[in-house]
């Protein structure tokens, strides 16, 4: 398919590091099915390295395939350089994702995250200093392009100047959505309807 | 259609012999498209697609009858040209009622009945569904609507040149078609528009279309539509019962070959090529895109595979859950579809559903509680 780059394809044909860690030392999920992936991450830590690192996707082939890449990027790492993986790094790696698929590899990195920050806090004694991750911000990239079209936004227009789309930010994730839509795209909130 | 195209095909409103050829093969489409519907020829207006001719029925008839209505009635599951028709008519003032549909996605004529208003003016419910292939009962509800003197439009993009539609015998006051939901070029459709009905055209302009669409017409599409109307009159039956041995066939060994598949839409009532499921635990633009490697089309309704990144509010109206909806699927049976294809489906597809399945956070959780 033409919208995904060669590298993309390859790993979601062939993830690695796919399954679950029985034993893990921390895991991390993340996502919901109403936006369409889920994601589980499973690490081993060794030394303040991560030994092992196993997910589980539920998702698109953008997501299936940053999952793979973000595991691949953080086996041998410690865990602070692990934490300093970002979306952005994720989406290069592989090649680039299209605009309205940089939010798989948000959900990458978070999964990630999760699972180091989920280990941290049951070795709360080991970790003293446990380094907080970035508080995640919007890539340039989220937030220059229209969700629905791809089109390229410049702030928070009322509406889409590529798509006529009226949107309007998400009360969570401050991301632009459509203005009558009950879902968000981006993290799937649902808003009450007035 | 080619001709047209090799020989530059003149302006139908000129008068001089290019045009008058050009006149001549929209002339001769307007016939066979008449004759595919059972329509008389000056009824059909030839549009720019599907969703043109939906915008021209929906508002045109209901700006038409503003005087004595502003109220409208569709189904939840119409196509989004009319959903989204529908609300910018509401922003002008319109009131909507959206019936609801049932789980097979039946339209029940009984809920058009109550929710008529003597302020009603169109009613508007398609006649099959192109996600989950349910064939609504139209005929009935067509009588409904004359009864009670409101306009009745029907979106048949899905279901003309692939069974057989009579507007005559539905009753129906207006009804769309698209030439490439039956072999015909892209970017021609038409509007069925009964005679004696009054209608406001979208496009201001010319004479075009008797003044209803103004716009120099798309000779060579609407040689194609015309073309596809008679390919259409002479094959659909037999292609029709061919097709529909194979969607029986997919219907009934899939969910053999594969666990947890559910068929959406309705079993019986339904599009003669259109076999659609949804296969629980896994999403479906990851099937998609290892069916394509495998040389097989389909297409999906999940969020992730549609650029909106919504899952088809279709699926979500038949009380689908998010989560099942991820994982939809429609198979179209084409015209050399062959039991050899199916077979070949039937290989490749449950390798496929395991490989994801295997990696699905959601049918590990499954497992684990059901053990």
């Known amino acids: ?87 952005a790094n994720v989406a290069e790696e592989l090649g680039g994702l299209p605009k ?9 990195a978070d999964a990630l995250h999760a699972a180091i920050e ?20 919007h890539e340039e990239s989220d937030v220059d392009s229209c969700p629905y079209c791809d089109g390229p936004r410049e702030g928070m227009e009322e509406y889409c100047t590529s798509c006529q789309l009226e949107l309007t930010e998400c009360p969570e994730c401050r991301q632009a959505m459509e203005k009558d839509a009950e879902i968000c795209p981006h993290c799937g909130a649902t808003r009450v309807r007035t | 259609m080619n001709s047209c195209l090799e020989s530059g095909a003149g302006n139908p409103q000129s008068l001089h012999a290019d045009g008058q050829r050009a006149r001549q093969v929209v002339d001769d489409a307007r016939v066979k498209l008449a004759q595919l519907i059972h329509s008389r020829p000056e009824e059909i207006i030839f549009t720019s697609s599907g ?62 009945k109550r929710a008529l208003t003597p302020r009603t003016s169109v009613v508007s419910i398609m006649q099959a569904n192109s996600i989950v292939g349910t064939v609504e009962p139209i005929r009935e509800i067509a009588r409904i609507c004359r009864s009670e003197g409101v306009r009745f439009h029907s979106d048949a993009v899905a279901a003309v040149g692939n069974i057989p539609v009579d507007v005559e015998a539905l009753g129906v006051d207006s009804l769309s078609l698209a030439a490439d939901q039956f072999y015909g070029p892209q970017g021609s459709a038409a509007l069925f528009l009964r005679k004696g009905v009054k209608l406001v055209p979208l496009f201001d302009g010319g004479v075009q279309e008797s003044g209803r669409r103004a716009g120099t017409e798309n000779v060579p599409g609407i040689a194609g539509l015309g073309e596809a109307a008679a390919v259409a009159m002479k094959e659909m039956e037999e292609r029709g019962k061919r097709m529909r041995a194979l969607r029986d066939r997919l219907i009934r060994e899939l969910p053999q070959r594969i666990e947890h598949v559910v068929l959406t839409g309705h079993p ?21 895109l290892h069916l ?5 089309a389909v297409a999906s309704g999940s969020a992730c595979a549609s650029k909106s990144l919504r899952a088809s509010h279709v699926l979500l109206e038949m009380g689908i859950d998010h989560a099942l909806a991820q994982g939809s699927l429609v198979f179209s049976m084409v015209d050399d579809t062959t039991s050899g294809d199916i077979d070949y489906l039937l290989d490749v597809f449950p390798p496929i559903v395991e490989k994801l399945r295997k990696m699905s956070p959601l049918y590990f959780e499954y497992l684990e509680n059901s053990r």
Do not use: W
């Open chain 1, 1 to 87: 398919m033409m919208m995904y780059t060669e590298k993309v394809m390859e790993h979601f044909q062939n993830p690695r590091n796919v399954g679950q860690i029985k034993d893990a030392d921390g895991m991390g999920k993340v996502g919901n099915p109403v936006c369409g992936d889920l994601m589980t991450f499973y690490i081993k830590v060794k030394n303040d390295r991560i030994a092992d690192v196993k997910f589980q996707t539920f998702g698109c082939g953008a997501a299936i395939a940053v999952s793979s890449m973000v595991s691949e990027m953080a086996k041998g790492k410690t865990l602070s350089e692990a934490m300093k993986i970002t979306n």
């Open chain 1, 100 to 108: 309205n698929k940089l939010h798989c590899s948000n959900l990458g």
């Open chain 1, 118 to 137: 989920d280990y941290r806090k049951k070795n709360l004694d080991l970790k003293p200093e446990a380094e907080k991750s970035e508080p995640r911000t």
């Open chain 2, 51 to 112: 969703s043109e001719a939906n915008n021209l029925a929906l508002k045109g008839l209901a700006l038409a009858r503003h005087n004595r209505g502003d109220h409208i009635v569709l189904s939840s599951i119409e196509h989004l040209s009319l959903i989204q028709a529908a609300r910018s008519l509401e922003k002008s003032g319109f009131k909507v009622t959206r019936v609801r549909v049932d789980a097979q996605g039946m339209v029940d004529p009984d809920d058009i």
């Open chain 2, 268 to 288: 019986e009532s339904r599009l003669p090529h259109h076999a659609s499921f949804c296969i629980r635990f896994v999403e479906g633009e990851g099937m998609l």
């Open chain 2, 292 to 296: 394509d490697m495998q040389g097989i």
